[in-house]
């Protein structure tokens, strides 16, 4: 049963396009939980940026489970402390941007049902 039980130190790492002092790990890769479900843990020191994306097949929503930084959402720069969720609809603009000596994690959730 302990094969099912890690800590985030054990996950594997992923690159991703975006600024410097970023990580990225699978917490639940695609399959694991099913079909329909990915997770992921994603670390940033700031100054620092992720790039804007947006998804036309996947919902997501981000949940911030240490720190503060800005999420850009659309239009929109939003400040965001932990803890907190955020939800992301379909083809929507979305990063996330930290200053000088801010620190955030947060833990992504992809829903791939909206094929």
């Not at 990915?38 to 998804?55: C, I, K, R, Y």
Request: include cysteine; charge should be negative; charged fraction near 20%.
């Amino acid at each position: 049963m302990t094969e099912f039980i890690k800590s985030f130190e054990e996950l594997e790492y992923y690159t991703q396009d975006g600024g410097p002092n970023i990580t990225y790990r699978h917490l639940l890769p695609r399959g694991i939980a099913g079909e329909n479900i990915s997770m992921g843990l994603v670390t940033l020191e700031g100054p620092t940026a992720t790039d804007v994306n947006s998804h036309s097949e996947w919902l997501q929503a981000y949940v911030v489970i240490s720190g503060s930084g800005t999420v850009i959402l659309g239009d929109k720069d939003i400040r965001v402390e932990q803890p907190c969720i955020i939800n992301i609809p379909l083809n929507t603009p979305h990063g996330v941007k930290l200053d000088a000596g801010e620190k955030m994690q947060y833990i992504y959730v992809n829903n791939y049902t909206c094929k």
